[in-house]
T-cell receptor
Framework: GQNIDQPTEMTATEGAIVQINCTYQTSGFNGLFWYQQHAGEAPTFLSYNVLDGLEEKGRFSSFLSRSKGYSYLLLKELQMKDSASYLCAVRIRNAGNMLTFGGGTRLMVKP | DTEVTQTPKHLVMGMTNKKSLKCEQHMGHRAMYWYKQKAKKPPELMFVYSYEKLSINESVPSRFSPECPNSSLLNLHLHALQPEDSALYLC??????????????FGSGTRLTVV
């Protein structure tokens, strides 16, 4: 089976940096995705890691360690609009490119 | 066109009604998905279509019936639903090629309320 864990909620201050962790235990790992989802809206793609290391994209970075089954999403220079849920999702090889989602982390950014 | 379009955006239906949710994409994606999402929960996979054939059914009750008329369209037919089926229904599509790194493209969802 697949098991993907994230913290349920986090709070951070506008302008600060926040790190959202994701740990996973899966068979047939074939990539890890981070999505942002505002309440009542569809998830939107943020980042993708399939090899170990850091991927940077503007204010957002994502890190992967396959040996540890661990990823994090780093958000810099937080803005109020970053208040949303952040979903970690793992793609499984030989499963129709299917993504399995973690429970999501609700981030609240305060002034 | 880089979007997945879902209609309707909102739907209220009675437990005896029959309705359909529609999803359309023109990105040439050959895999399409239906997910159900309850409030403050992650999306849960319902169905996967690959090259217009149903490849995964995650033990979904028969009151939900998917249909893929062609490579661009995906429908979800609803009949005799229960109030607990009220949720956000998300459609997504993706390339079948594992080398591509963009995962899914999601539609904006249909907010379904069963009364």
């Amino acid at each position: 089976g697949q098991n993907i864990d994230q913290p349920t909620e986090m709070t951070a201050t506008e302008g600060a940096i926040v790190q959202i962790n994701c740990t996973y235990q899966t068979s047939g790992f074939n990539g890890l995705f981070w999505y942002q989802q505002h309440a009542g809206e569809a998830p939107t793609f943020l980042s993708y890691n399939v090899l170990d290391g850091l991927e940077e994209k503007g204010r957002f970075s994502s890190f992967l360690s396959r040996s540890k089954g661990y990823s994090y999403l780093l958000l810099k220079e937080l803005q109020m609009k970053d208040s949303a849920s952040y979903l970690c999702a793992v793609r499984i090889r030989n499963a129709g490119n299917m993504l399995t989602f973690g429970g999501g982390t609700r981030l609240m950014v305060k002034p | 066109d880089t979007e997945v379009t879902q209609t309707p955006k909102h739907l209220v239906m009675g437990m005896t009604n029959k309705k359909s949710l529609k999803c359309e994409q023109h990105m040439g994606h050959r895999a399409m998905y239906w997910y159900k999402q309850k409030a403050k929960k992650p999306p849960e996979l319902m169905f996967v279509y690959s090259y217009e054939k149903l490849s995964i059914n995650e033990s979904v009750p028969s009151r939900f019936s998917p249909e893929c008329p062609n490579s661009s369209l995906l429908n979800l037919h609803l009949h005799a639903l229960q109030p607990e089926d009220s949720a956000l229904y998300l459609c997504a599509s993706s390339q079948e090629d594992r080398a591509l790194s963009y995962g899914y493209t999601f539609g904006s969802g249909t907010r379904l309320t069963v009364v």
